[in-house]
């Protein structure tokens, strides 16, 4: 076998063991990217969830301290007061 024949038959190998670890490597970091989507995504859902429980729990609270609180709006003023005499 010549030398050229050689030196062209390293290169061609060294180019496609290159290419199959390059492409290897780029799967890996493509799944871990997707992985961390996931992750991510199911944080937000856990969050989202917290906050609609806050929420239903402060209206709750609210529909309750209005049962005992008699409050006024802009438009009719103060709810009158309990006179003393």
Known sequence: MSRAAKLTLLSA???????IVFVHYAQQAEKAAMHAGVIRDMEQQRLKAERQADFEMQRRLE???????????????????KSLS
Do not use: C, H, L
């Not at 190998?13 to 290419?19: D, Q």
């Not at 049962?67 to 709810?79: A, D, F, H, I």
């Open 13 to 19: 190998s060294t180019f496609a063991v290159g290419t």
């Open 63 to 81: 529909e309750e301290y209005r049962t005992v609180q008699r409050v006024g709006t802009p438009e009719t003023g103060p709810p009158p007061s």
